[in-house]
């Protein structure tokens, strides 16, 4: 069943006397508890396209379509309600609060939806995740793989409907960058949450069920749509 | 190649980075600028005041009358003084006390007799006059060029009468030096000669000299240090524009402080303003720069050279604003003092750059001080002090369930408690200024306008020669001159108020009457002990020897060559009983006070009434009297000094409130009152000093038998206490109240009126308010009359105090603006250096409202801390008992200050909403790129 999906989305960045189509006509479809990862070179679009997918972003032209709305129709509060409780959003540097430790950062999704949390869930995500041991310290005093970790517990706190992830081991070493992908993976299957990951590390892409290239702002290839190439 | 120095460092960022120093440098040149235009105008209203008491004294700072001794050698040789002029009195005007004389170039100089119409006398024949002494000698209507002709009287010789020119009116001098004669009653003239004008035959003068005093020297040191004789000098005090006996440096500092506070209050705030100003573009500018202080500090800069680097800027900056600021506030002074021309003056002074640069720098050096110390303490390792301070406060435990945005807010309030220490103090100072004009408008005495007197009229009564006896004029000399006031156009009415000392006849002498000793302590710590008497009798005379036994009284007798007091009480007693003896008269007599006033004052009384009621039929018939007999409470209090409250109504006083009450419990309606007034006439007559003719009374020497003996029976109308106000002042003791006609009907003699009110007809304009003043000036113009205008006085006040509510005011504005703009400035800060924050809590779903809520609490923390100051106030004002008009009301001014603080909070919280507005208006990722 399709969850999400964009139709002729443009991305026009003006700077330099030259206009950049970040983001150049693309349709997709995402169906409910795929995985799906974008890969491309730097500067293809694929960030660009996950902002935007999301809702982070506006694009210059084209729709985002999230179980048959429009995301650009909602007004700021009705995004910001959408974001909070149906989708995740797990990034490059982590964005943690740094007023706020880690265990709350990790309820702050829940806590901005005046929600009673659900402890023996995130008691789970928080041993999967392995950082009970820091949930009382700040950003500042923990490492970037931990930080990371409470990013993504904080991204599945509220059991979103779909995971947006920004290069998620980017900062990570090989082992630690593994071992979180593989509990993305494993608790998006879970809970049936789609899952849709930027990356450059076609070593991370191989894991997805489907894999979108970019190059130049447009699709290159899908392998919902056929094999990937190169 | 050129040394790297940091001036030049200093000088190259100038350069590189112009704009952003443009709002430093504004705030710099608002600095110098305010400092000089608030100085300026200080200065003026200084030189204003000095100016106009100069008109009216001269520059003279003490007067020496007619005496050889000192020399005018010796008091050049004293260093006290500078310049000595001379002024020669040779005559008097007849039948007045207006003398005639003229001034060497010195004293010309230093009596700065500045005219009205014409010019000073030049030659001999010529004469220039004041307004007061033209009245009393020449007819009305004479102006600048008539010819007069004046008998004059010189000393020791005979009356000559000349023809004299007026040349021009002078200035109104004397009545400000009033006081000032010689041991023969010579006085300073209000006719000036020339210096050429013939001496008169047989004539000796009277010379005054006037001096000045050297710099820095005031009357105090001189008659404190100065080793001539100098006991014969009056001071003159150009403060107060009068005659003084004392004037220290520090009173004259203190009134100075005084008359400039307004621009003190204004140019602090306006000050402190600008130094806001500079702190926020300061920390602006260093804000931009911190990653030149990181590196300055990475190559070995330490913190007071990072210090030295930018303050170097800002005074480079102030060297520039200074020129610039100083023109700019001059051009302000000069145009506020052609706007106002009767409060300051436009006036230069050397030594006052002095206090503008010491201001600015002061400015330019606090303002600065704080945003370089914080820059300079930059840390690349904060994060770590942070888990220490929040783990220190307990205040990082985490809590579940947590509102997110109040939760970050209360972090960051402990992670920096003294960021809003500076707008928290705006806000104080913002309700400072609202609880002055809370204060000063609670204190507006509008008043009636009706029913104000426009004019009040004090004449001089001649004081009686005992507590027995009333001296009253052989005609009724003043009584006629002010009932003519009530037939000028626009008075409405005159209402003569007299004061008479009668004697109340009584069987026995009431208790109520004895007086009451008590103890006060002195300043020294020393005990004092003092009698309070009911029976006030403002001759002077006490009432104690009323309740001596035969025993005390031949007691007193024995002792009164040593004790001053009990010789009064002999004299009294003997006294009392002369007069009993030569009225067969078997009871006591009791010397008290008797007010005449007319019926329409009467009948304002009634308020005060505890007793009976006013009826002015009665009164008017003489059937009535009323009688003023207040309850009288002493309350000893904790630092061991007597309060003493005569004012009180009866039903207001409570006996446990109070140590002792004296209880009216001898008068009530309807008694009978027997008074005995022994009248001693007086009259006016030409008394001679020194040769020269005076207008003075008749020695007042009296004896028994020359006196009038008048017995009036009535009685006790009404019973009046509280505070009762009758001839501009509150009664304090007891007194019977007549009406004129009542006193006419009784048979009383009436004396002179003591205090005239008159009341005008409606609304006059100020033209027709200064017709109806000459007219009154011109019927009341001799020797022991003065003039008050309450009118004019009353618009002053008025004027007065509108003007300090609008400063007030405007300052209220001000502050409100500049802590808005503090508390906003500093969230805008804040959130610019939190946008990536701000883009993170966005994407996990955070509202506007949410991202509000993160700062709000700032402002609210600002509002808290600014109430701690009105809530002081009232501590205080409890503590201390501190009786001001806003302290009376704390439930009406604390929900008032605390709705105003709410006022600041909410407006910073609204912009604190448009900047968060504009922010997310801006799609996330832009704020999470942005870093």
């Known amino acids: 069943m399709e969850i999400l999906r964009c139709e002729h989305l443009c991305k026009t960045y003006l700077g330099g006397g030259a206009a950049v189509r970040a983001v150049d006509d693309i349709t997709l479809s995402f169906e409910q508890g795929s995985f799906t990862a974008v890969v491309g070179k730097s500067g293809s679009g694929k960030s660009t396209l996950l902002h935007l997918l999301s809702g982070l972003d506006r694009p210059t032209s084209g729709e985002v379509i999230y179980q048959e709305n429009n995301l650009f129709h909602y007004n700021d509060n009705q995004l910001s309600v959408l974001r909070r409780r149906r989708f995740g959003f797990v990034f490059q540097s982590y964005n943690l609060v740094r007023e706020l430790t880690a265990q709350e950062n990790i309820l702050l999704p829940v806590m901005l939806d005046k929600r009673k949390p659900d402890e023996v869930w995130l008691n789970r995500l928080i041993g999967m995740l392995g950082i009970g041991d820091r949930l009382e310290h700040l950003p500042g005093a923990m490492s970037g793989g931990q930080q990371q970790r409470v990013c993504i517990a904080r991204a599945l706190a509220n059991k979103p409907a779909v995971l947006f992830a920004d290069e998620p081991t980017g900062n990570l070493d090989g082992k630690t960058g593994r071992d979180v992908l593989t509990l993305m993976r494993t608790v998006s299957t879970e809970l049936g949450i789609t899952m849709i990951l930027v990356t450059h590390d076609l070593g991370v892409a191989e894991q997805a069920d489907r894999i979108i290239r970019l190059e130049d702002g447009r699709v290159a290839a899908d392998s919902g749509n056929g094999a990937v190439a190169g | ?931």
């Open chain 2, 1 to 931: 190649m050129k040394r790297l120095t940091l001036s030049r460092v200093a000088g190259a960022n100038l350069r590189i980075n112009r704009k952003a120093y443009l709002s430093l440098f504004l705030g710099i040149l608002t600095a110098v600028y305010l400092a000089t235009a608030t100085s300026l105008c200080a200065w003026g209203v200084v030189r204003s005041h000095e100016e106009k008491m100069a008109e009216k004294v001269g520059w003279a700072d003490m007067i020496l009358p007619d005496s050889g001794d000192p020399t005018d050698a010796q008091l050049r040789r004293s260093g006290f003084f500078t310049d000595i002029g001379h002024i020669t009195v040779t005559a008097a005007a007849e039948n007045t006390r207006v003398f005639a004389g003229y001034y060497d170039e010195t004293a010309e100089k230093l009596m700065n007799r500045t005219l009205k119409v014409g010019c000073l006398p030049e030659k001999a024949g010529e004469i220039a006059a004041e307004q007061s002494a033209l009245n009393l000698i020449a007819p009305e209507g004479t102006a600048a060029g008539a010819v007069l002709s004046l008998t004059l009287y010189p000393a020791g010789g005979a009356a000559e009468t000349r023809n004299y020119t007026l040349t021009g009116i002078l200035n109104e001098q004397t009545s400000g030096l009033e006081g000032i004669e010689t041991e023969n009653g010579i006085r300073l003239p209000s006719l000036l000669f020339s210096p050429e004008e013939k001496p008169f035959e047989g004539g000796n003068s009277a010379v005054f000299r006037v001096l000045t005093y050297a710099p820095l020297i005031t009357y105090n040191q001189v008659m404190r240090n100065c080793p001539l004789d100098l006991s014969a000098a009056y001071g003159v005090s150009r403060e107060t524009g009068t005659v003084v006996w004392y004037d220290s440096g520090w009173d004259r500092a203190t009134r100075t402080v005084e008359r400039i506070y307004i621009w003190v209050i204004l140019g602090a705030a306006l000050m402190l303003s600008a130094c806001v100003g500079i702190t926020s573009a300061m920390e602006n500018l260093l804000s931009r720069k911190i990653q030149d202080i990181g590196m300055l500090r990475a190559i070995g800069a330490t913190r007071k050279q990072i210090r030295r680097v930018y303050s170097a800027e800002a005074w480079l900056l102030a060297a520039t604003a200074l020129p610039a600021g100083l023109l700019l506030g001059a051009a302000t002074a000069w145009i506020i003092s052609r706007l106002a021309p009767d409060e300051t003056v436009f006036s230069l002074n050397a030594w006052l750059l002095i206090p503008i640069l010491a201001l600015s720098a002061l400015c330019v050096f606090a303002a600065s001080r704080f945003p370089l110390y914080r820059a300079s303490f930059q840390m690349p390792i904060g994060v770590l002090r942070d888990s220490a301070v929040l783990r220190k406060t307990g205040m990082l435990r985490s809590r579940v369930p947590f509102t997110p945005s109040r939760l970050i807010a209360e972090r960051r309030a402990g992670l920096h408690p003294l960021r809003h220490l500076g707008a928290a103090g705006m806000t104080a100072l913002t309700l400072a200024c609202a609880l002055l004009l809370g204060e000063l408008a609670m204190g507006l005495n509008l008043g009636d306008p009706e029913n104000r007197p426009a004019f009040r009229i004090y004449s001089g009564g001649i004081v009686p020669p005992d507590a027995f006896t009333q001296m009253v004029p052989d005609k009724a000399a003043l009584r006629g001159e002010l009932n003519r006031i009530a037939g000028i156009d626009g008075v409405r009415e005159v209402r003569l108020t007299a004061k008479t000392y009668a004697n109340l006849l009584s069987d026995e002498v009431p208790e109520y009457f004895r007086p009451v000793s008590y103890t006060r302590s002195g300043a020294d710590g020393a005990d004092d002990t003092d009698t309070l008497e009911v029976l006030e009798n403002d001759t002077g005379y006490g009432s104690e020897w009323l309740f001596y036994t035969p025993g005390e009284l031949a007691e007193a007798r024995a002792d009164q060559q040593e004790d001053w007091r009990k010789s009064i009480n002999v004299r009294c007693a003997d006294r009392a009983e002369e007069i009993r003896a030569a009225e067969g008269i078997s009871g006591a007599v009791i010397p008290i006070t008797v007010y005449v006033i007319p019926a329409s004052s009467a009948e304002t009384l009634q308020q005060f009434v505890t007793d009976g009621s006013i009826d002015t039929g009665r009164l008017d018939s003489g059937e009535q009297a009323l009688v003023y007999a207040p309850d009288i409470c002493m309350r000893r209090s904790e630092d061991d000094v007597w309060e003493i409250e005569r004012w009180l109504p009866p039903r207001e006083i409570r006996e446990q409130d109070w140590d002792k009450v004296i209880r009216n419990d001898a008068f009530s309606a309807g008694i009978k009152l027997s008074l005995l007034e022994i009248a001693q006439t007086y009259s006016l007559e030409t008394q001679e000093y020194d040769g020269m003719a005076v207008y003075e009374p008749a020695e007042e020497n009296v004896a028994y038998g020359d006196a009038a003996a008048v017995r009036a029976d009535t009685a006790v109308g009404a019973v009046l206490a509280g505070p009762v106000r009758l001839n501009g002042l509150f009664l304090s003791g007891f007194a019977v109240i007549v009406t004129e006609k009542g006193a006419e009907a009784m048979g009383l003699i009436l004396p002179d009126p003591d205090y005239t009110e008159v009341y005008l007809s409606g609304n006059p304009s100020p033209e027709k308010e200064a017709l109806i003043e000459q007219e009154i000036t011109r019927i009341v113009a001799q020797d022991r009359m003065s003039v008050d205008n309450q009118s004019k006085a009353a618009r002053e006040y008025m004027q007065k105090k509108f003007r300090q509510m609008l400063l007030f005011g405007g300052l209220i504005l001000l502050f409100f603006a500049v802590s808005v703009f503090m508390q906003v400035s500093g969230a805008a800060r804040q959130i610019r250096s939190d946008t990536r924050t701000i883009g993170t809590l966005r994407a996990v779903g955070a509202d506007l409202e949410t991202l509000v809520g993160c700062y709000r609490l700032s402002a609210w923390i600002c509002a808290g801390l600014g109430m701690i100051l009105p809530v002081l106030f009232y501590t205080v004002c409890a503590v201390s008992g501190l009786r001001l008009f806003t302290a009376q009301h704390p439930l009406l001014i604390l929900p008032l200050l605390a709705a105003m603080a709410a006022c600041i909070a909410l407006a910073c919280i609204a912009g604190i909403r448009g900047r968060l507005a504009a922010v997310t208006r801006q799609p996330i990722v832009e704020n999470i790129r942005e870093l």
